[in-house]
C-alpha cells in the first residue's frame, strides 16, 4: 500500500498513517490532555517513592510498606497511559523538564515532612490526578475514543480510592 503523505505541514507532530477514526485535532487534544495524566502520574510516583524512603515516626512500618503499594501501582500505571499516546500518533513526554512543565502537582518538598504531612501531600496529588483525568474524559468520549476513557475510568477509580484511604488515614 502506497505510504501516504502527512496531511498537514502544520503541525510538529507527525503522524503518518493514523486512521483509527478518530480526527487529528481530538487525537491532539486527547494527546494533550494524557499527557498531563501522564505527568501527574510520574511526579506523584516519585513523591511517593520518595516518602517511602524518608518516612519517620510511631507510623513507619504502615505507612513505609503502604507507599510502597501505592508507588508499585503509580509506576506501572504510567506506562499504558504513555503507550496510549503513542497509539494516538503522538510523542510521549518522558523528561523532568517535560514532566515539570505539564504536571499540575508540585514536587515533593526537598526537606522530608512530617509523617502525616507526608499523608496531606499525597492525599492532595491523587485528588490533583483524578481532576486531570476528569477534565479529558467528555473529550475521549465525544470522540469515539473507547480505549483512553477505558483507561482512565480504571486510573480515576485507583486516584479516588487511593484518596479515600490517605483521607480517612487523616481523621482522627
Ligand atoms: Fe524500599
Given at each position: 500500500m502506497a505510504k501516504s503523505k502527512a496531511a498537514s505541514g502544520k503541525s510538529k507532530v507527525h503522524s503518518p498513517g493514523v486512521n483509527i477514526g478518530i480526527s487529528e485535532k481530538d487525537r491532539?487534544?486527547?494527546?494533550?490532555?494524557?499527557?498531563?495524566?501522564?505527568?501527574?502520574?510520574?511526579?506523584?510516583?516519585?513523591?511517593?517513592?520518595?516518602?517511602?524512603?524518608?518516612v519517620t515516626g510511631p507510623m513507619?512500618?504502615?505507612?513505609?510498606?503502604m507507599f510502597m503499594a501505592q508507588y508499585t501501582e503509580l509506576w506501572n500505571a504510567v506506562d499504558?497511559?504513555?503507550?496510549?499516546?503513542?497509539?494516538?500518533?503522538h510523542p510521549a513526554p518522558g523528561s523532568y523538564a517535560q514532566f515539570?512543565?505539564?504536571?499540575?502537582?508540585?514536587?515533593?518538598?526537598?526537606?522530608?515532612?512530617k509523617a502525616m504531612e507526608m499523608v496531606r501531600i499525597l492525599k492532595e496529588g491523587h485528588e490533583a490526578v483524578?481532576?486531570?483525568?476528569?477534565?479529558?474524559?467528555?473529550?475521549?468520549?465525544?470522540?469515539?475514543d473507547e480505549p483512553t476513557a477505558d483507561l482512565l475510568t480504571q486510573r480515576l477509580a485507583v486516584h479516588e480510592q487511593t484518596a479515600w484511604m490517605l483521607r480517612a488515614l487523616l481523621e482522627e
Open positions: 491532539s487534544a486527547i494527546a494533550a490532555g494524557l499527557s498531563r495524566v501522564l505527568a501527574d502520574t510520574y511526579t506523584l510516583y516519585l513523591t511517593t517513592h520518595n516518602f517511602h524512603w524518608n513507619f512500618n504502615t505507612l513505609h510498606a499504558p497511559v504513555a503507550e496510549r499516546i503513542r497509539s494516538l500518533g515539570g512543565a505539564l504536571a499540575s502537582i508540585p514536587d515533593a518538598p526537598t526537606v522530608p515532612p483524578a481532576r486531570t483525568a476528569r477534565g479529558i474524559f467528555s473529550v475521549a468520549e465525544q470522540a469515539g
